[in-house]
């Protein structure tokens, strides 16, 4: 069983920046990609970011340039770091690791954080 858990949302002002930080535990002897999702009110889950092992980035556009992902693999730690939030980056933001796998020879498996809220006030 994988854990992922995420901290640093929060309320900021619009123009201001939040880092997100997310810890997978567990039996982990690999991951694929990690990333963050986020989800609106009355909107579907989407993608913001994500980082593969060897460190190729993938960001949606209305995030480009503003948000940096960051991985450490010995630790098994993704990051986000938002700048110039926008009132329409409010959502909560779950933390993603997928292509998990337990062992070498072992299915990969996907896995979600609970959330973080981070709201942007204009």
């Known amino acids: 069983q994988v854990q992922l858990v995420e901290s640093g949302g929060g309320l900021v002002q619009a123009g201001g920046s939040l880092r997100l930080s997310c810890v997978a535990s567990?039996?982990?002897?690999?991951?694929?990609?990690m990333g963050w999702y986020r989800q609106a009110p009355g909107k579907q889950r989407e993608l913001v970011a994500r980082i593969s092992s060897v460190g190729i980035t993938n960001y949606a556009d209305s995030v480009k340039g503003r948000f940096t992902i960051s991985r450490d693999n010995a630790k098994n730690t993704v990051n986000l770091q938002m700048n110039s939030l926008k009132p329409e980056d409010t959502a909560v933001y779950y933390c993603n690791a997928d292509g998990v796998r337990g062992g070498p020879r072992l299915p990969e498996y996907r896995y979600w954080g609970q959330g973080t809220q981070v709201t942007v006030s204009s």
């Open positions: 567990g039996s982990i002897f690999s991951i694929n990609f």
